[in-house]
């Protein structure tokens, strides 16, 4: 540690950043360079966990600090082409450059008066995404992933149906398919509309929602004097990417005077490689979608698309004086904190500007269509082996299949969560598990920038490999 260093406390030499720098970056790249020989799942994390230090040091460690970060790598879950679990983004590294240089700029991306630059580049990678899948008269913002934009998009929706900001909630019922994600019977209860007022309707045979039981639901509810609000509709389920009807969601909300919230968390940015799926998604109210899942930027970045700024505003503003923008140009007078949940917001915007920037658009759309096109490849191979059988159909880009027994659906059910179990203590490839009417699901995710032909192969091998390890077979 230099002289000047130990005069400026926290400080430290531009020489010394630059060799902690080079040291981190040098690390990353050994770790995408070494990531198609990794397991798909470190074998024991545990392990390389235990070499942390549990204590916290009382005096620096110079250098020596990054010591430790060997560990963490060793110990971390790797993006690599064969992790098919959840709907997890494989993290893009031109994205994470720029990830690094937020941090060091270190902008509270609250308004134009706090970081012009921030929200600038904001506004443009909004409007970019909202074109690229055809929601070009969308706005909207940047947050932490599908879970915050879809708090958001319902406060909003209640805001513009039953106000309950300055008086308090009024009631009101959501609606949305029992296949819907968590985070929305997470939103109707911290919002206070409670969870009894969530109605989960039935599906069809596609595992999409069935619109003219939602139509039944929701004139039950309003001659039963309750007040309808909103219907979720969602743009690629989380089980098996099943996309709701949405232009005859539209049709009901319009007949009912509700707010259409689009959870496409998961697949909304397909549309911008197979738009033919999602027709009535620029008739929404509000969209949400993660672009560190389909976009495989680095996390977080989440993003919610709005039509209407007034209704964001009057939602979501309660300022102080000492955050009121000075200036009264359109784009300088951007507030985000006016139209968002959040008021210390980092610069999430800069790694998916950076990344766009460096590999266009058509790059993206090009990899989402592999993707699709890997889900595909997967299911034709499935119903080549009459052991396997597909469990729903493969609409983007989840593939549910299972195993077959000739024993009760418990044992089925018991034999699939063991080859998933082995499956991943195998490390070749990670796949996840969903549950689809009573049937344990194993569960491939495409969403992964990295993942080839060869990838996508190994997955049935391996399936197979492990049924026969259980089986005594090898």
């Not at 082996?385 to 469990?391: A, G, R, S, T």
Request: with cysteine.
């Amino acid at each position: 540690m230099t002289e000047q260093e130990n005069e400026a406390g926290l400080s430290i030499a531009d020489e010394t950043f630059r060799t902690l720098g080079r040291r981190v970056i040098d690390m990353a790249a050994d770790f995408l360079r070494d990531l198609e020989h990794m397991p798909a799942y470190p074998s024991d994390p545990a392990a390389s966990l235990q070499d942390l230090d549990a204590a916290p040091p009382r005096l620096g460690m110079g250098e020596h600090a990054l010591d430790a970060l060997s560990a963490v790598i060793a110990s971390s879950r790797p993006p690599t082409s064969r992790f098919f679990g959840y709907v997890s983004g494989s993290g893009e590294p031109v994205a994470a450059l720029g990830d690094l240089l937020a941090s060091v700029l270190n902008q509270n991306v609250t308004s134009w008066r706090s970081a012009p630059s921030g929200v600038a580049i904001e506004q443009q990678v909004i409007s970019w995404i909202a074109q690229f899948i055809a929601c070009g008269e969308f706005t909207g913002s940047l947050c932490g992933g599908g879970s915050a934009s879809n708090l958001m998009a319902l406060a909003m929706a209640r805001e513009s149906r039953l106000p309950a900001n300055e008086t308090g909630v009024q009631g009101g019922v959501v609606y949305a398919s029992s296949e819907v994600h968590m985070s929305i019977p997470k939103a109707v209860a911290l919002l206070g509309l409670g969870r009894a007022n969530l109605r989960l309707v039935a599906v069809d045979g596609e595992y999409r929602l069935d619109v003219r039981v939602l139509e039944e639901v929701i004139r039950a509810d309003v001659t039963a004097g309750l007040k309808p609000l909103a219907v979720v509709a969602t743009a690629g389920t989380v089980n098996t990417g099943a996309i709701d009807p949405l232009l005859q969601v539209r049709a009901v909300c319009d007949r009912f005077d509700l707010w259409l919230h689009v959870d496409g968390a998961y697949g909304a940015l397909a549309a911008a490689a197979a738009p033919e799926k999602f027709v009535g998604l620029s008739q929404a109210d509000s969209i949400s979608l993660d672009a560190h899942k389909w976009l495989y930027q680095p996390l977080d970045c989440g993003v919610l698309l709005f039509k209407d700024v007034a209704t964001a505003i009057r939602t979501f503003s309660h300022s102080g004086d000492y955050v009121k923008p000075l200036e009264t140009e359109a784009a300088a007078a951007c507030s985000y904190f006016d139209q968002s949940v959040e008021l210390s917001r980092r610069f999430r915007a800069l790694k998916l500007w950076l990344s766009l920037r460096y590999h266009g658009l058509e790059a993206f759309r090009s990899a989402i269509g592999v993707d699709l096109r890997h889900a595909a490849e997967l299911a034709s191979r499935i119903a080549t082996h009459p052991e396997l059988e597909l469990l729903a159909p493969v609409t983007l880009s989840a593939v549910c299949f299972r195993y077959r027994s000739t024993g009760s659906m418990m044992a089925t059910n018991e034999l699939n969560t063991a080859i998933l179990k082995r499956v991943i203590s195998r490390g070749r490839v990670y796949l996840s598990n969903a549950t689809l009417r009573g049937m344990c699901a194993l569960r491939a995710c495409f969403v992964n920038h990295r993942t080839r032909d060869t990838d996508v192969a190994l997955i049935v091998t391996e399936v197979l490999a492990a049924a026969a390890e259980l089986s005594g077979g090898v």
